[in-house]
């Protein structure tokens, strides 16, 4: 199965920079836009709803200062 790598519609150029994620078997897939080759970080889906809750909590507390 090859894995259909999708980058953020927030992504306006190719020189960007930018993850991308896959739905894999394992998880979810994250790499480097620029960087594809390089490979890939897999994610469980339960950790990786970890991360982005603390990311998005990270965000929040940022853009109230």
């Known amino acids: 199965m090859t894995p259909n790598w ?4 927030h992504s306006h150029d190719s020189n960007s920079d930018c993850v991308e994620l896959a739905r894999l078997p394992t998880g ?3 790499r480097d836009s620029k960087a594809s080759q390089a490979g ?3 994610l469980p889906r339960s ?3 970890t991360l982005l809750a603390g990311l998005k909590q990270e965000m929040r507390s940022h853009s109230s200062t």
């Not at 999708?6 to 519609?9: E, F, N, P, T």
């Open 40 to 42: 890939h970080l897999v």
């Open 47 to 49: 950790e990786f709803a």
């Open 28 to 30: 979810l897939g994250i």
């Open 6 to 9: 999708r980058k953020s519609s």
